[in-house]
């Protein structure tokens, strides 16, 4: 089977017109896998099994945050997480290390809501990070009066959110 891909047709006013379907090469491994080349014009119809490897290893995500400062106090005071050095971006915010990776605190006007999220953080976009021990996040997050919720997966690990809205994952590292 002959996998298609879609091309469209634009109009004077910059609408899509028409979708139209053009053949394409397909995927040598198995009809699913052609199935997904269609959607995947941008790669030049390689298949997504067979791209080439990268060696990626995560440096940093970043958090939008209303107050860098207050924000701190729960990812420094609480988490214990250490401030990094930042250049001046012309922004406030902040970076922080997570073992040989970082969270960038990015202090801008929130796009994304910050109600009406799932009650349970893996429910929703979220950090994981990984301790060595879950018992003495729960008891710092007791005691700071931040509500978490335990992980459905059963796994030691639990899911808080920051000031914002933010979900993280705190997963405790198997020994």
């Not at 959607?39 to 945050?65: G, Q, W």
């Not at 990776?101 to 006007?109: A, F, G, K, V």
Request: charged share 20%.
């Amino acid at each position: 089977m002959i996998a298609r891909k879609p091309h469209s047709t634009v109009d004077n006013l910059g609408y899509r017109a028409a979708i139209h379907f053009r053949p394409i090469k397909p995927c040598l491994l198995d009809e699913a896998c052609s199935a997904s080349v269609i959607l995947l014009e941008s790669l030049n119809n390689v298949c997504p099994r067979t791209m080439p490897k990268f060696d990626f290893v995560l440096h940093h995500a970043s958090l939008i945050v209303t107050n860098t400062q207050a924000s701190l106090q729960f990812y420094s005071g609480i988490l214990g997480l250490e401030l990094m050095d930042r250049p001046d971006l012309g922004f406030p915010g902040a970076w922080l290390k997570v073992g040989n990776q970082q969270i960038h605190l990015l202090e801008l006007n929130n796009p994304d809501p910050t109600t009406g999220r799932p009650a349970h953080g893996g429910r929703d976009r979220h950090v994981a990070m990984t301790v060595s021990d879950i018992e003495p996040v729960k008891e710092a997050l007791n005691a700071a009066g931040f509500v978490y919720t335990m992980s459905i997966s059963g796994r030691k690990a639990l899911f808080c959110r920051d000031l914002d809205g933010n979900a993280i994952e705190i997963i405790q590292r198997e020994q």
